[in-house]
Nanobody, 125 residues
């Protein structure tokens, strides 16, 4: 069974930084796209960032461009999300997701087949 385990969430003041990490249980995802999504209370889950199989192709939602950076380490089968200049509106549960069908970065949640349990990020003003 495939598992994605996120870590690195927490409470931070506005303007601070956090780094989220996601570890996949199998090497299947080395050749496939991975992404991060988030869901704030009372809102639908939204796309945050995605990376292609190689790590060279990325995509971001406009609201995090220039502040967040997604990266992957295929040797360790992990994907990370470096979040800088955090804002209160970034508060949400963040989910790691993995594709089994696509190598190129995907922004649509329906392209992802596996999801982590989520990690809470809270940004205080």
């Amino acid at each position: 069974q495939v598992q994605l385990v996120e870590s690195g969430g927490g409470l931070v003041q506005a303007g601070g930084s956090l780094r989220l990490s996601c570890a996949a249980s199998v090497r299947t995802f080395v050749g496939n796209a991975m992404g991060w999504f988030r869901q704030a209370p009372g809102k639908e889950r939204e796309f945050v960032a995605a990376v292609d199989w190689s790590g060279s192709g990325t995509a971001y939602v406009d609201s995090v461009k220039g502040r967040f950076t997604i990266s992957r380490d295929n040797a360790k089968n992990t994907v990370s999300l470096q979040m800088n200049s955090l804002k209160p509106e970034d508060t949400a549960v963040y989910y790691c997701a993995a594709c089994s069908r696509y190598r190129i970065q995907q922004t649509n949640e329906h392209a992802y087949d596996y999801w982590g349990q989520g990690t809470q990020v809270t940004v205080s003003s």
